[in-house]
């Protein structure tokens, strides 16, 4: 059994603690996951709209709480049998997370590929953990910085992940336009350039009169700032490309090129207008900008490189040291957010310190992790239960506005 060779002995007697308001569905379990997802199979087989795993990646290092070290060939007969636990656990419409590092990247792909099937690849994130400072510099090669997350679904037709944001920078300099009145009809919009229209709020006659009574770049960053928080009047234009629009939106940047200083709109009934003037389309920054706790951000699409996420500076989260291994909340944030919705089941097997299902909590999501190690008492069942008490003021808690709730059930494997 189990993952850890050298550990601290179990402790037992934890069967049926519970922490927090019945009706303490979820649970933290102490003990291997191989007999706890075994025992789990028959009344929660297809349960789980989540299963994030983050197991030794193989390191070959020794931890205070558990050894690391294994043969590729000793770890791939170790996570085999898990996986395809999980699997069976996996809803139908969902998806597992698997956290991994570059030692074992390629055989837990592999595992993953026969496992779930190929087809069933979502996607192979990489998550950008550390910078390349200190000590790492000065290692020969390239400085490994990352992480990464495969994300498989049961059953890709099926699958349901909600389109994520993330903060972008920089600016995009090409969104320049001011447009004085957008509430208007398109056809009285005024334009002018957005550095006359900041300069003119800030009381200078114009540009070049902000720009030297503030500094060049402290204007620029100002009306920068100023963009995002008035998103709705500001616009960028860009050259249509034909072979990707309709006859009826060619037809239409023909008749704006004739007269220049019109704008043309194009209702498409689901789709957004296409709004054209001078032969270019007119988009919108407020497409761009979302309100994120309470402050107008500027966003885009997130991509399969998350750098967004700081490893640096989480030490304290949960208020439990688990010095390398610990994970930041803001990235089970994120795959929960992705992949589940309030009242859904989550399965940590490779519980750790419990970031997983303190974030579950946070997020109004019902949850089983399971730990092996001492530390499902010793680090997880007591963050745990500060969370439900509303004494976690760490990770994600202000971002969702959680203060308290919820509860949960101690058992043994
Ligand atoms: C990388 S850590 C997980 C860290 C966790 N994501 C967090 O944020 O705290 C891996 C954990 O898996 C646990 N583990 C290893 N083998 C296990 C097994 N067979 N059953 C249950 N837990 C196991 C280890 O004790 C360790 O706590």
Sequence with gaps: MGGARRRAAPTRGADGRTHGAAPHESLLVHGDNLAAMTAMLPERAGQFRAIYIDPPFNTGRAFAEYDDARSTHEWASFMRPRLALARELLADDGALFAEIDDTELATLTLLLDEVFGRESRVSTVTVVRSAPTGHKAINAGPVNVTDFLLVYAKDRAKLRLAPQLRARRPYDDAYK???????????????????????????????????????????????????????????????????????????????????????????????????????????????????????????????????????QGIAREGGVAFVRNKKPERLLARVLAMATEPGDWVLDPFAGSGTTAAVALKMGRRFVAIEEGAHAFTLAEPRLARVVRGEDPTGITTEVGFAGGGGFRVVDA
């Design 177 to 311: 336009t001011w447009i004085d009145n957008p509430g208007d009809p398109p056809a009285a919009w005024r334009f002018r350039p957005i550095a006359r229209a900041v300069a003119e709020h800030l009381g200078h006659d114009g540009p070049a009169a902000a720009r030297r009574a503030l500094g060049g770049p402290e204007f620029a960053a100002f009306t920068r700032r100023f963009a995002v928080e008035h998103a709705p009047h500001v616009v960028r234009f860009a050259q249509p490309r034909y072979e990707a629009i309709s006859q009826k939106a060619r037809a239409l940047v023909d008749r704006s090129r004739a007269e220049p200083d019109r704008v043309f709109v194009l209702r498409r009934g689901a789709l957004p207008d296409f709004v054209v003037r001078g032969g270019n389309r007119v988009l919108f920054l407020a497409k761009k900008v979302r309100v994120i706790g309470g402050v107008p951000t500027l966003v885009e699409p997130l991509t399969n490189v998350w750098d967004d996420v700081p490893f």
